[in-house]
């Protein structure tokens, strides 16, 4: 094929590409009433390009939104090329390189306009290869060549800075001393942090992936199963969700439509170091003294025992709150021994400090069945052996739920609460036995009046 071949075939591979996307929104906006000539015909190839070459400049190409900090803003938004921006060693919009979604402000009537220059023909959107001045796709416009070039160059301004970027009160504005005279207003510079719709965007991708992607699902199914997962399990916890825009996020920005207005947060708490309070976590009396201090089991239980001192009337409701902060405090029970176990190397139990009952040592030091009996000692072995045993004996449980449960009776007596008999002491135990996750999936037997 000689040159002048190949030229025509490219002409016609953008024709074809840009008379099938007007074709479609045609398609998409009369839905078959083709009787509406008036209509139809704004979907004529050169009507509509002419149309949006007006249009595209209502609406900006972005990598960073001021609506995003206040909706109200009327300054300027930034387009900053990630591969362009000072490399630091912080997580940032730098990172993302030269694959980054570009986001769009302005009239959200005109985005069907950068749907259009996000078309790809030969490996490359539209948008660029305007901004690269294409021959071919200029003449695959518009016969006309004057005409095309102006086409070309209004949709190429889609990605455009201001000239004297400018800020708005309703804007995040810190203003900087740099001078030495802090009197003085000129002594300051404004700085004015913007919101990386670009960064933001790669965020979520990566959060709703973690919280709904297919390998998750197999792995939180296998969890269910019981049964090895082979691959990665990711999860971010404690997040939180930044709602941009209310009922119409568009307002914001497209890709701020895109997200549905959901923009994760992730938690900016210091860590919390666990290491020290399970390391020697070994004597039986100090077992529930530590229990009682761990993750938010002291608020539970305060926040249960101003609720029962306010002595409730015996409706629905007051069961709901009751039922509540038991459930709670359940899950406190489970997550106690899920950090025991990260925490701790697997056969801690086995050391001759470790004064714990055996059902306890059975609860947090699971991982030891893992290890290979010992054969320096019989009785290391035969303690070994009798562990394997009661663990797979299985009533163990039911004896944590009871410690568990006269645990926290006795919480409630010294906080004066006298109603607390054998109907209650049952009720935690049954209470801890269905919320705590167990690791022996089998039904659990509730210890009947009494301590166990």
């Given amino acids: 094929m000689n040159k002048v071949s190949e030229r025509e075939s490219r002409i016609q591979c953008f024709r074809l590409g840009i008379a099938a996307f007007i074709e479609a929104r045609r398609e998409a906006k009369l839905k078959g009433n083709e009787e509406d000539a008036a209509a139809a015909s704004k979907y004529d190839t050169a009507t509509w390009l002419a149309d949006a070459a007006r249009r595209v400049s209502q609406i900006q190409a972005v990598t960073h939104v001021l609506k995003a900090t206040h909706p109200d803003a009327r300054g300027s938004s930034l387009h900053c090329a ?14 993302l390189g030269k694959t980054y979604a570009e986001d769009v402000v ?10 259009f220059l996000k078309l790809e023909v030969d490996g490359r959107r539209l ?4 901004q690269d001045g294409d021959e071919d796709l200029r003449d695959a416009l518009n016969a006309d060549t004057t005409v095309a070039t102006e086409w070309m160059k209004a949709f190429g301004g889609l990605v455009r800075t201001d000239a004297t970027p400018t800020s708005h009160e309703a804007a995040k504005q810190v203003y900087w001393l740099v001078g030495e005279e802090p009197t003085d207003d000129a002594s300051y510079h404004l700085l004015q942090p913007m919101f990386s719709s670009s960064l933001a ?8 992936d973690a919280r709904f992607g297919d390998a998750n699902k197999l792995a939180r199914q296998a969890f269910r199963d019981k049964k090895p997962f082979e691959g990665l399990y990711r999860d971010y916890r404690d997040l939180a969700v930044r709602k941009l825009g209310g009922t119409k996020p568009q307002n914001i920005s497209q890709l701020n439509s ?6 994760y947060l992730l938690s900016s708490l210091p860590p919390r170091w666990r290491q020290v309070e399970f390391r020697s976590l070994n004597v039986s009396t100090d077992l529930w003294s530590r229990f009682g201090h761990f993750g938010q089991v002291g608020p539970l239980t305060s926040e249960l025992i101003r609720f029962l001192l306010s002595d409730p009337k015996p409706t629905h409701g007051t069961r709901i709150t009751r039922e ?7 899950a406190q029970l489970a997550r106690f021994a899920e950090t025991a176990r990260d925490l701790l190397e697997p056969g801690w139990t086995r050391s001759s400090a470790c004064e714990l009952t ?11 069945l893992e290890l290979p009996r010992r054969s320096d000692a019989p009785q290391h072995e035969a303690d070994d052996v009798a562990f394997e045993a009661a663990y797979h004996w299985g009533d ?28 209650e002491y049952t009720h935690w135990a049954r209470q801890a036995i269905v919320d705590a996750a167990w690791p022996v999936p089998m039904q659990r037997r509730v210890p009947v009046g009494g301590r166990a």
């Fill in 82 to 95: 990630p591969e362009k921006l000072a490399q630091h060693a912080e997580v940032g919009t730098h990172l």
């Fill in 106 to 115: 302005g009239n959200a009537a005109a985005l069907d306009v950068f749907k």
């Fill in 127 to 130: 948008l660029d290869w305007m």
């Fill in 201 to 208: 965007h790669v965020v979520h991708a990566d959060i709703e």
């Fill in 258 to 263: 895109e997200r549905r207005g959901n923009n």
């Fill in 324 to 330: 509540g902060i038991e459930q709670a405090l359940g």
């Fill in 358 to 368: 055996l059902d306890e040592k059975l609860w947090l030091d699971p991982g030891r």
């Fill in 396 to 423: 163990w449980p039911d004896h944590v739920a009871g410690r568990f449960s006269n645990w926290l009776n006795d919480r409630l007596r010294d906080a004066g609460l006298k109603a607390v008999g054998d109907s």
